[in-house]
């Protein structure tokens, strides 16, 4: 049985000036992430600006990613869709190019009923042999999975997973509770937000999907592996040092923030596609400063 624990990050896609996919750059970022000792990388997630690649795109991210972690690192491909068919589509071409999971995020614009929700998911595992991570993020998708459905949802074999992007501890408590402890199997609960990954580990999670940790993924791995051993003065003193950096890459839609801060920081992964913009005036300042004052940059 696979485990999902530790630090998995939601790859960034880098683009070159022509807004094409700078392979180039993706590698040395998986590889940076090997040498950080995360678990996993999660391409063509959010983060990896999905919804703009079309499907030979996406399907070569994963592709390429599975081949230069060459079995070092787990691959979580991001493969979720508002339209099932093409989640089953999507999820067939990541198991058919090795990847160890599917991260799928409930379907965003239809706004789905709880009853909706168990149906996309059960659709998919039956059609696809992965392991599945269920994404919840109301917050993109309008639709929350709330805790009753997630238990019935949890009962799918292949469903291993949740990463929680709610925002409510509360909510996420209540899974560890009711759904991870009572579990037939291991199920496990990772933190979709940065800031919240080391509550929700005091709790018993099991560690975080990070959008920062494509800039400091040491960091990111010391603060949860400190965490998993029961040393949370060493965690929380990591954790307050990296709160300015978590709260800055949010300041507008990621993966926006985390992709100047990248650039900034000599990573060079380009710019955004349309219809997200670069960072306004205001908040590039604000990043700026975040980052000269964790000594990021100069």
Sequence with gaps: ????????????????????????????????????????????????????????????????????????????????????????????????????????????????????LVRYFTDISQACDLPIMVYNIKGRTAVNVENETLAEIANIPSVVAVKEASGDLGQMAEVLQRIARAADQPFYVVSGDDALT????????????????????ERMVAMVNAARS????????????????????FIETNPVPIKAAMNLCSIPVGGVRSPLAPLSPASQQRLERVLRETGLVN
């Design 198 to 217: 080391l509550p929700l580990m005091a709790i018993g999670g099991h560690g975080v999907v990070s959008v920062a940790s494509n800039l400091v993924p």
């Design 1 to 116: 049985m696979l485990q999902v624990q530790g630090v998995y990050t939601a790859l960034v896609t880098p683009l070159d000036e022509a807004g094409e996919i700078n392979y180039e750059v993706l590698g040395e970022i998986i590889e940076r992430q090997v040498a950080a000792g995360v678990t996993g990388v999660m391409p063509m997630g959010t983060t990896g600006e999905s919804p703009t690649m079309f499907n030979a795109e996406h399907d070569g991210v994963i592709r390429y990613t599975v081949e230069k972690a060459a079995g070092r690192i787990q691959v979580w491909a991001g493969t979720g869709s508002n339209n099932t068919q093409q989640a089953i589509r999507t999820t067939l071409e990541a198991q058919k190019s090795g990847a160890d999971g599917a991260l799928i995020v409930t379907p965003y614009y239809n706004k789905p009923s709880q009853t909706g």
């Design 230 to 249: 029961g040393d949370f003065a060493a965690a929380r003193e990591i954790y307050f040092e990296l709160l300015p950096v978590f709260q800055a890459t």
